[in-house]
């Protein structure tokens, strides 16, 4: 047998309570529902386990001096008595949990042994006495936490990748977001919009998103009534300028149209005097108003629309220019009203985000049936896919979402190229 | 020995969704940190319970799973009738939100009402008919307005 790593045991007892040691990395599709409804309710002496612990360290782990009498129960009173050794305390917390397990639990081991904060956390937690209440609670916590960071690492960040490329598709295909949306919103992925924005599916979700998007656009008047900027006219107008040299380029059919956007430019810039950029907000808004009136409607003379949509554009440009701090939350609130509409439209459509799907499982085990069911209404499947997304994100994630992926990926044999002894 | 290349996997997890894998599905149930999720069978005794059961309600899984949802869950002034309610839920499986135009009310183990809003489902597998519940607290403002 080929030399391996030596956190690796696969001896079934070398776990504190094996019978109960949750399967956080098995691809066992049983095994989840099996850890999920375990109960871990067995009080334990806390300077025991300690000992127990460190004597599953020592055998499985092979820490020299660790492994039963004397040294145990000097070891446990120097890292008891020390909150610096938390993440040693982590990874041999961990060992007995992960002991028999697939390679990325074990690899944990030494990604926790270095000193992941979450880990140590809740190892330090539970072991000077503010934790879980059973060291196979907080065991679970250590492990998960461990296995969470070592298997990042050792799958170089694809499951992260995984999960926040899986994250846009499942929103895609619960959000539907209508061709028109994407239309006027170009350059705009706007179901990674929702993930990145935390949308669900909801009545409620979309109360939630619409409060965003009026904070953002009291954040913008605030910012723009809070400033003594100014803004000229003839930046304003410079959109129109654009829109004037387009129309001259096509000649005596749109000499017309050229005519009328040069009267406005002339009004527009008058004699140039720099105005308040509150002033120049009224005016943004006023010349959005009438755009949005004359959408849809049979219009006598559509350039009068574009004329006040490019200075509608360039008053926002100039305000952002003048007050720098009106660019960052613009750059927030456009996304954000893009995925308020396609929530709206998404509403318009669902007969009712919360209902679950009716589904017949034969043969099924039912928590698995359930799970598929439930996660196949948009308002869970939406908030599961910003869990993914967040989880992906994370640099260290405190949930289970990561380690499963992992163990889907990875199986019980090679993550990364890395195999088992 | 290598079963399956890691990164073949991946790619056909998020191809073909991730929630298209049960065991994933379940993760993401215990992922989720305002929704309870709760399995009862016909006779009304709770089969599983999410983590997040555990925030809304204040009761451990532990003791959630294997006792009658209405004795953990539900108000006791409601407990009289609602077995009627579940045989006829049984009886005419199909999914339905609860008590559409009044307040829900759970109890919480500290003996508090809480207002939620509750979907319901039937789920029919080999193993019998289960109903599944999906479970949120109202928000502030939504119980404002439910009650004026």
């Known amino acids: ?312 554009a360039g008053t926002k440009g100039a305000i952002a220019q003048a007050v720098p701090e009106v660019e960052a939350l613009n750059q927030q609130l456009s996304p954000a009203i893009a995925v308020r509409k396609a929530l709206e439209q998404r509403l318009g459509t669902a007969e009712n985000t919360n209902v679950i799907p009716a589904r017949v499982f034969m043969a099924h085990n039912p928590i698995l049936a359930a799970a598929s069911a439930v996660t196949g209404a948009p308002a869970i499947a939406s908030r599961g896919a910003n869990l993914m997304y967040r989880t992906g994100q994370a640099n260290v994630a405190p949930d289970a979402l990561r380690a499963a992926l992992l163990a889907m990926m990875g199986g019980n044999e090679t993550v990364g190229g890395v195999s088992p002894p | 020995m290598v079963d399956e290349d890691p990164l073949e996997r991946l790619r056909e997890l998020t191809e073909h969704g991730v929630f298209a894998d049960p065991e994933f599905a379940v993760r993401i149930l215990d992922a989720l940190d305002d929704t309870a999720v709760l399995l009862v069978d016909e006779g009304g005794v709770l089969r599983y319970a999410n983590a997040a059961s555990e925030l809304v309600f204040g009761w451990r899984r532990s003791d959630l799973v294997g006792y009658p949802f209405e004795e953990r869950l539900l108000p006791e002034r409601f407990r009289m009738g609602h077995a009627d309610y579940r045989k006829r839920f049984f009886a005419d499986p199909r999914p339905r939100p609860m008590g559409l135009g009044r307040q829900l009310r759970a109890l919480h183990r500290n003996g508090s009402e809480i207002a939620v809003e509750v979907s319901l489902s039937p789920i029919v597998t080999g193993q019998g008919i289960y109903a599944v519940a999906v479970i949120r607290k109202q928000r502030v403002h939504d119980t404002a307005t439910a009650s004026t």
Do not use: C, W
């Open chain 1, 1 to 312: 047998m080929p030399d391996g790593p030596k956190y690796l045991s696969t001896d079934p007892n070398a776990g504190l309570a094996p019978a109960e040691s949750p399967k956080y990395l098995s691809t066992d599709p049983n095994a989840g529902v099996a850890m999920l409804m375990a109960s871990h309710e067995t009080p334990v002496d806390k300077a025991d386990l300690l000992k127990t612990a460190l004597s599953v360290v020592g055998r499985s782990v092979g820490v020299p001096g660790v492994g039963g009498g004397g040294p145990v129960g000097e070891a446990a009173a120097q890292f008891t008595g020390n909150p610096k050794n938390a993440p040693a305390i982590a990874a041999m917390a961990a060992g007995p949990v992960t002991a028999g397990m697939s390679l990325p639990a074990g690899a944990a081991l030494t990604a926790a042994a270095g000193g992941g904060g979450s880990v140590a956390k809740n190892a330090a937690e539970y072991f000077l006495g503010h934790g879980k209440p059973t060291l196979t609670d907080a065991a679970e916590d250590v492990a998960k936490d461990a296995a969470i960071q070592g298997g990042a690492q050792l799958a170089g960040g694809l499951v992260s990748k995984g999960l926040e490329a899986a994250a846009p598709k499942v929103m895609a295909a619960v959000l539907k977001p209508t061709t028109t949306l994407r239309r006027n919103n170009p350059g705009m992925d706007i179901p990674l919009e929702a993930v990145k924005q935390g949308a669900v599916v909801s009545k409620g979700g979309l109360a939630s998103q619409a409060d965003k998007v009026r904070g953002l656009n009291e954040a913008v008047n605030n910012a723009i009534q809070a400033s003594d900027a100014t803004v000229k006219p003839s930046v304003a107008a410079a959109s129109l300028g654009d829109l004037l040299r387009e129309r001259q380029a096509l000649g005596p059919v749109a000499a017309g149209d050229a005519a009328k956007i040069q009267d406005a430019l002339v009004n527009f810039v008058g004699n140039d005097a720099p105005m308040a950029v509150a002033k120049a907000q009224e005016i943004k808004k006023f010349l959005g108003a009438k755009v949005a009136s004359r959408f849809g409607s049979q219009i006598a003379e559509p350039v009068s629309v574009d004329i006040n949509q490019a200075l509608r």
